[in-house]
């Protein structure tokens, strides 16, 4: 019977410790489901941010350019830094060179007779009083001489030998090119900014030629069938090279401006529909949109989007245009 009731108890005993430990485990059931959930939501957290800075790394090295020293001189890449920089502003003149009307002198036969002989011919140089034609007088059959009024070159002539001459149509036009005007058309609106005195830089020909003069003159009043008035360069012309007749263009200092950044226009390149350069930083080369300001012909004023002392591509830039596009379509950004 004794062991009967140990028997019974210890069943007991058993059973109760079996309930308490089931219990436990209950128990702490929860807190651990929770921690395994905290793991793997941390882990994918972790796993998520990876790929985002991945794909942040991705998305800066598609727009860093790296050459090596090698590459920058064999491709002429220029690299300058940003800085001040006086800006001179212009406006752009048509216009034509002209003989000075007080170097043009008009040689023809004084009385009417009969041409004997014709000592020059056009494009020819004269000195004043040379001899430029042999006339026989109708009257006094006898002959008499047509000389040169100035110095200059024969730039027209209407007399052939044997010719008979009786009025001012038949004569020698000599023109002293030593000196020419420049006549620059100026219309309207460019007006007010044009004045006596102001540089001008003239460019000729294809070649574009240029020489340097000011305004001398300005016409008082506008055409009324250009509607433009004329002002005028006045040039030594040593070689001849300033010939009548040819075409030029003129562009007029107006105004000298100090800028904070002034870059070569050369710098620029039209990237994604944008104005941009190509900076240098510790990465590479890389390219940022800018703003621009005032500009001339080889020049312009950067108001945003490159900083003072920062590196920049000056020349050369389409070089790293391609390289940036040859990489956006192969997905290699450096050599």
Request: net charge negative; with cysteine; proline share 4%.
């Amino acid at each position: 019977m004794k062991n009967k009731k140990i028997f019974i108890i210890t069943g007991i005993s058993v059973v109760v410790l079996l309930l308490i430990l089931n219990f436990c485990d209950f128990s702490k059931s929860p807190s651990n489901n929770h921690y395994a959930y905290n793991v793997k939501n941390d882990k994918h957290t972790k796993d998520k941010e990876s790929e985002e800075a991945q794909h942040d790394e991705d998305e800066i090295d598609q727009s860093i350019i790296v050459l090596s020293a090698d590459e920058l001189e064999e491709f002429e890449i220029d690299i300058d830094i940003a800085g001040p920089s006086s800006l001179e502003i212009h406006r752009d003149l048509a216009g034509e060179i002209v003989t000075d009307p007080e170097r043009l002198a008009h040689i023809g036969p004084r009385f009417p007779g009969i041409v004997k002989e014709v000592k020059k011919q056009l494009g020819d140089r004269v000195i004043k009083d040379e001899v430029v034609a042999i006339i026989e007088s109708n009257e006094s059959l006898t002959t008499y001489q047509v000389r040169s009024l100035i110095n200059g070159t024969i730039i027209d002539m209407h007399l052939t030998r044997g010719e008979m001459v009786s009025d001012s149509g038949h004569d020698f036009i000599v023109a002293d090119l030593s000196e020419v005007w420049i006549n620059l058309s100026v219309y309207q609106k460019d007006l007010p900014y044009i004045k006596l005195g102001q540089v001008v830089e003239i460019n000729i020909g294809q070649e574009q030629m240029s020489v340097t003069g000011r305004i001398s003159y300005i016409s008082p009043i506008v055409d009324e069938h250009t509607r433009t008035a004329t002002a005028r360069v006045i040039l030594k012309n040593p070689t001849g090279m300033l010939k009548p007749g040819m075409f030029v263009s003129g562009k007029v200092l107006i105004d000298k401006i100090d800028a904070t950044i002034v870059i070569p226009k050369s710098a620029l390149q039209t990237i994604d529909n944008n104005l941009s350069i190509f900076i240098k930083t510790q990465d590479g080369f890389k390219p940022v949109s800018v703003q621009l300001g005032r500009t001339n012909k080889h020049n312009v004023e950067i108001i945003s989007g490159l900083l003072p002392d920062q590196e920049y591509v000056s020349k050369g830039g389409f070089t790293l245009k391609a390289e940036l596009a040859k990489g956006s379509l192969s997905g290699d950004h450096a050599h």
